[in-house]
């Protein structure tokens, strides 16, 4: 039983020494970005940029770790990927700090959101938000 006890925790080593920590930009809107940076002591190697397409239709995300990968998410897969990030928040260590700007903005339309204030924008006046 203790060399299996052995052989995990070295799995465990090895998969940490594989985390690489990334540099986050959060595109608020056109030319208006909130950097995250990757933590302290530790260089990040790969920047990651996510922001609203152009079209207004996805969330574009940009990885650049030497070379350039773009790819864009719907949003039914952005409220998917809300949901999960939700989930794991309480599954991961404490660390790092909260852009401050980011979470204020993003307490505000959850409280909007939630209180059934969301407008949108095709809505005419006296018609009820789904």
């Known amino acids: 039983m203790l060399?299996?006890?052995?052989?995990?925790r070295r799995r465990r080593a090895?998969?940490?020494?594989?985390?690489?920590?990334?540099?986050?930009?959060?595109?608020?809107g056109d030319g208006q970005g909130a950097p995250c940076p990757a933590r302290q002591g530790k260089p990040a190697s790969v920047q990651v940029s996510i922001g609203?397409?152009?079209?207004e239709r996805a969330?574009?995300?940009?990885?650049?770790?030497?070379?350039?990968?773009?790819?864009v998410l719907n949003r039914a897969q952005v409220e998917t990927l809300l949901h999960f990030c939700?989930?794991?928040?309480?599954?991961?260590?404490?660390?790092g700090t909260v852009n401050p700007m980011i979470k204020f903005v993003a307490d505000l339309i959850e409280r909007r959101i939630g209180s059934?204030?969301?407008?949108?924008?095709d809505?005419?006046?006296?018609d009820k938000a789904r």
């Open 86 to 95: 939700r989930y794991q928040i309480l599954r991961i260590k404490r660390g």
């Open 3 to 8: 060399p299996d006890k052995a052989q995990e």
């Open 14 to 28: 090895a998969k940490k020494e594989d985390e690489r920590p990334a540099d986050l930009e959060l595109w608020t």
């Open 59 to 71: 969330l574009g995300f940009s990885i650049h770790d030497g070379k350039t990968i773009n790819f």
């Open 116 to 121: 059934g204030g969301r407008r949108r924008r």
């Open 52 to 55: 609203r397409t152009d079209s």
């Open 123 to 126: 809505m005419a006046p006296g």
